[in-house]
């Protein structure tokens, strides 16, 4: 029999975006295309762009939030470094702790993996709190993925107390204006 080749290890992933400083909108899609466009990574889907009002630190803009399913033949840990790799080259300064950025990548789910390590925590901690991430990736969550009820629920409680201001403030057509498959 032949071996796996690359591609049929890829893994599907979920990472959450988010801007409040600069062209947000840009920032956005300066980020889904730094992404796709590198080895390893394809773009799958991209939920609709949010605004949404800050959470945490209170006193800055508000962001536009999104998430994107991409499926990946890199590790998590590979696929963390990438995202910090492309915040540093769309100009992101960490000062102020929960503070303005001008693009946020956050890794949120990757496959069914549960890891707690210095780096990467996986899911995402806090992931099931937040109406910003939770609507977005309710989006885009694959139909027949295990979590699809416990984070559509979740969207529901989180847009019900209304603590967190979130709009639908545009969609995207990836397929359309990027066409299939990136790599
Ligand atoms: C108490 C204490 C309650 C801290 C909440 C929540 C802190 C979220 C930080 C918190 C707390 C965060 C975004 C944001 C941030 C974003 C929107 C964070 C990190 N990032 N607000 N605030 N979108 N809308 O992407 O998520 S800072
Ligand atoms: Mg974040
Ligand atoms: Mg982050």
Not at 18 to 36: I, K
Not at 56 to 70: E, H, K, R, S, W
Not at 103 to 126: A, G, K, N, Q, W
Request: net charge negative; aromatic share 6%.
């Amino acid at each position: 029999m032949d071996a796996l080749s690359p591609l049929d290890r890829r893994s599907v992933a979920y990472i959450a975006l988010g801007s409040n400083m600069g062209d947000r909108e840009e920032l956005l899609r300066q980020a889904v295309e730094r992404l796709n466009e590198r080895p390893g990574i394809e773009v799958l889907r991209l939920s609709g762009l949010y605004e949404t009002d800050p959470v945490g630190y209170t006193d800055q803009p508000a962001f536009l939030n999104m998430v994107i399913a991409v499926q990946t033949s890199l590790s998590p840990l590979e696929l963390l470094r990438l995202q910090l790799e492309v915040e540093q080259i769309l100009g992101r300064v960490r000062d102020i702790r929960w503070g303005p950025r001008t693009i946020d990548l956050d890794l949120l789910l990757y496959e069914d993996i549960s890891m707690d390590d210095e780096e990467l925590t996986l899911p995402h901690p806090r992931m099931m709190e937040r109406a910003f991430v939770l609507v977005p990736l309710n989006d885009v969550l694959a139909q027949d993925d295990v979590r699809g009820e416990q984070v559509s629920e979740a969207a529901k409680a989180a847009l019900r107390d209304g603590k967190e201001g979130i709009t639908l403030w545009k969609t995207i057509n990836w397929l359309k204006e990027f066409g299939h498959s990136g790599n």
